[in-house]
């Protein structure tokens, strides 16, 4: 059965550790959110963002605007918080609605504020591993990984899904451990014998109980990225938690695994920016 690896817990003591530093700060963090129309998921992803803040001691500036916004206004606005010395760092909520143009979005954000490492001068320092911040849920997975004392170095690492946000940065932070690295998508063939290989498989597609039991190696350590809503709207990881946890080592769940952490990992980012804002 397989040792549950807990991100809540974890990630309490990440933003713990984050509280203790930013109080040291001769000023307050802090963090710009932008959240542009109503999507109701990232509504809440933003809510716990701006709590997390509020636990940590650093201030959070809130700016909601209305889906019509223009590509304009918005940009506009990324100028005004990169040039505020109380921000920093910049976050904006993804998925933009479908008018805007989010990579324009996403290159318009200071590098020294860019707190979800998504700007490609940022993507390309974790890439040579001279990272200044690091991609919070890859990093949050590092943590848990360390944490757990789960070697890397040598191991066969199986990532499902290759987007920017997680997939790709995820396979590079593996890479960069000294793990050998297979990153697989909805064009993979024969997935399943390349993921039985895997003594870490992490999952980030987004597609309930994707990850079967057949899939996993025995003893292997599988780590879920997935939020999704099953048929009954419970939130559910990729991975086919009850059939697997009696195969892998270590599991995360969902809820109460990655979640916590890709949270905490982004208030890191925003000491660090501080930090290096008051050095
Ligand atoms: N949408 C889903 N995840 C994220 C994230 O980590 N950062 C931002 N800005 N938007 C997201």
Redesign the pocket.
């Known amino acids: 059965m397989a040792k549950r690896i807990d991100g809540k817990a974890l990630a309490a003591k990440v933003k713990e550790q984050v509280r203790t530093e930013a109080a040291e700060l001769r000023r307050e963090a802090g963090l710009a959110v932008i959240l542009v129309g109503e999507n109701p998921a ?1 509504k809440v ?1 933003v809510a716990g963002k701006e709590k997390d803040c509020a636990e940590c001691g650093i201030r959070s500036f809130s700016h909601k605007l209305p889906e019509e916004t223009t590509q304009e206004e918005l940009l506009a606005l990324i100028q005004t918080l990169n040039d505020d010395p109380a921000v920093d760092g910049i ?5 933009l609605p479908k008018h805007l143009d989010e990579e324009a979005v996403i290159n318009a954000i200071r590098p020294d504020k860019d707190v ?1 490492c ?1 700007h490609p001068f940022n993507v390309g320092r974790m890439v040579i591993g001279e990272p200044v911040f690091l991609p ?2 890859p990093a949050g997975v590092m943590e848990m990984l360390k944490e757990y004392e789960i070697p890397i170095q040598g191991k066969r690492c199986v990532v499902l899904g290759r987007s920017n ?1 997680v997939g790709k940065p995820m396979s590079m932070l593996l890479t960069q451990a000294d793990g050998t690295v297979t990153t697989c998508h909805s064009r993979t063939e024969d997935l399943a014998a390349i993921t039985r290989e895997a003594d870490i498989l992490v999952s980030a597609i987004g597609k309930t109980r994707f990850v079967t039991a057949d899939m996993v190696k025995e003893g292997a350590v599988v780590i879920d990225v997935a939020m999704n809503r099953d048929e009954n709207g419970k939130l559910c990881g990729d991975v086919d938690f009850a059939a697997v946890e009696p195969k892998a080592s270590y599991i995360t769940p969902v809820p109460g695994g990655v979640g916590p952490m ?1 949270r905490a990992m ?1 208030m890191r980012n925003i000491l660090t920016a501080a930090q290096n804002h008051q050095a």
Request: proline share 7%; aromatic share 14%; with cysteine.
């Open positions: 990232s992803y976050l904006c909520q993804l998925p979800d998504f919070c849920t946000i890709t982004l």
